[in-house]
T-cell receptor, first 112, second 112 residues
């Protein structure tokens, strides 16, 4: 079956630090890959996505590259802000119904 | 610009009681989903619907029932609540099976 493995948190960084959150996946076929973000008290929001190998998704300074050879989709940001504090979920969509399979989430806290 | 609205926001039930969670979307989306979120486990799909009048089981359907009588509404029912159903429940919708999901803000349910 499909599965997503994420770097365990929590992650605590100082403002302007470099962020990497690791994500690897197992899937049949050719999945689409996503990063969702959940701010406190809210539902998840799509942060970025990539639909085929070597695609790079980007949004709000975050980037992730779909690496088929390593089955990975690591999230990076060059300089985090306090406002980036949230829980980040890696997810994949595959198969005929294209339902999302989520990782366990990584809590990020950015300190001023 | 409501998007996806979930009611109620919070609920406490005693074991054996029943309740219905309501999800309403105003984006004319075909696909609707119910997820539960538990610490360290990410989001797991309970049931989903690919259109009005249709429902299908997800990863963890036991103990839940759903109905999609109107396109804009997706109801999640617990017939006899158990403490294992204590969780945060999220509804989501999407335009197509390939589109990003739009999430509601969640319902926090506690079963004592």
């Amino acid at each position: 079956g499909n599965s997503v493995t994420q770097m365990e948190g929590p992650v605590t960084l100082s403002e302007e630090a470099f962020l990497t959150i690791n994500c690897t996946y197992t899937a049949t076929g050719y999945p689409s890959l996503f990063w969702y973000v959940q701010y406190p008290g809210e539902g998840l929001q799509l942060l970025l996505k990539a639909t085929k190998a070597d695609d790079k998704g980007s949004n709000k300074g975050f980037e992730a590259t779909y690496r088929k050879e390593t089955t990975s989709f690591h999230l990076e940001k060059g300089s985090v802000q306090v406002s980036d504090s949230a829980v980040y979920f890696c997810a994949l969509s595959a198969g005929s119904a294209r339902q999302l399979t989520f990782g366990s989430g990584t809590q990020l806290t950015v300190l001023p | 610009n409501a998007g996806v609205t979930q009611t109620p926001k919070f609920r406490v039930l005693k074991t054996g009681q029943s309740m219905t969670l309501l999800c309403a979307q105003d984006m004319n989306h075909e696909y609707m989903y119910w997820y539960r979120q538990d610490p360290g486990m990410g989001l797991r799909l309970i049931h989903y619907s690919v259109g009005e009048g249709t429902t299908a089981k997800g990863e963890v359907p036991d103990g839940y029932n759903v109905s999609r009588l109107k396109k804009q509404n997706f109801l999640l029912g617990l017939e006899s609540a158990a403490p294992s159903q204590t969780s945060v429940y999220f509804c989501a919708s999407s335009d197509t099976q390939f589109s990003p999901l739009h999430f509601g803000n969640g319902t926090r349910l506690t079963v004592t």
